[in-house]
């Protein structure tokens, strides 16, 4: 049976870590890698949380595989890694395909770079 993005999105939501703006604040003053898979465009309207690393969702898997020859050093499956995205819904799709790929330390920012504003937390402009 077709299940809607919502029940994806919900579904993702339950076998994964759901972090808090503050949580997060907290895990990157430890050292976690934060990724933003959000598209240039929404990275230049709203700007980005101090010290995330872009990385368009319709890339990660390439960027996240060691094999690949698109891999980035920021995303090691060693690493306490985070994702982002606007709301919550692209980030929670992409740590279940994190976990798929061996990321075992993945979570993602439950509110979005959204609800991280929305607690008037800082962003960088470019």
Known sequence: MPKSVAEQVA???ARIENLSPEQVDQELRQGATL???REPEELRATGTIPGSVA???GMLEFY???ASSYHRPELDPS???IL???GGGRSALAAVTLQEMGYDNVAHLESGV???IAEGRPVERA
């Open 11 to 13: 579904a993702a939501k």
């Open 35 to 37: 990724i933003d898979l």
């Open 55 to 57: 990385a368009p969702r």
């Open 64 to 66: 996240a595989d060691p």
């Open 79 to 81: 690493r306490r890694i």
């Open 84 to 86: 982002t995205c606007a």
């Open 114 to 116: 959204n609800g991280w």
